[in-house]
């Protein structure tokens, strides 16, 4: 305590005082995690259901449900496509714990098993979108509609799903790196 004549408590001026707004938030860290965590979530299930279209074409064709007329036979990218439950399961079980180890496993496989099975497929598919495109002909249906038309929108949106968990994978575990190297220093 201070008292009339002897001296003031240390910082008593305020001089050390900084407002909240100039203070930089220790909870920014937490909120960016928390959407990245959130956005990789939703294409997580955009992932799945990808995957799940993928795979009810291999099953229905491989156990002759129904006939070739009706959903053809699948391509050979797909097969290893089947993999990519890989890299969204390590995905899955990284987020909850803040797990590098599973985001980084995540993000290697999402390539392996995810981008290059559709690199492949763009290839092996291009002679048979060229032959739709140039004189209308498609020899393989699913549904009524052309198998190479309706594999090729499959592979946009699962191109663009992949990419942007790899982008945003990629983030969040900039943002735990960060995070850990700042309670080292501590």
Do not use: C
């Not at 959903?71 to 290893?80: D, F, K, L, M, N």
């Amino acid at each position: 305590m201070t008292s009339r004549g002897g001296s003031r408590a240390a910082a008593a001026n305020k001089s050390d005082f900084k407002p909240l707004r100039a203070r930089p938030s220790t909870h920014s860290h937490y909120q960016m995690s928390d959407a990245l965590k959130s956005e990789i979530r939703k294409l997580n299930f955009v992932h799945l259901a990808t995957w799940l279209l993928v795979a009810a074409q291999v099953t229905v064709s491989h156990l002759d449900l129904v006939s070739r007329d009706t959903v053809a036979a699948p391509y050979q990218w797909e097969y290893p496509y089947l993999l990519s439950l890989i890299p969204l399961a390590a995905s899955s079980f990284s987020l909850p714990g803040n797990n590098i180890s599973y985001l980084v496993i995540s993000m290697i496989s999402a390539g392996l098993f995810s981008i290059a099975p559709l690199i492949y497929g763009s290839m092996e598919m291009f002679p048979v979108a060229q032959l739709l495109y140039r004189h209308g002909k498609a020899y393989r249906f699913i549904f009524g509609v052309s198998a190479v038309a309706v594999m090729y929108l499959v592979m946009v949106v699962a191109v663009q799903v992949h990419g942007w968990q790899i982008y945003y994978s990629k983030r969040l575990l900039d943002s735990w790196f960060n995070d850990t190297q700042e309670k080292k220093k501590k």
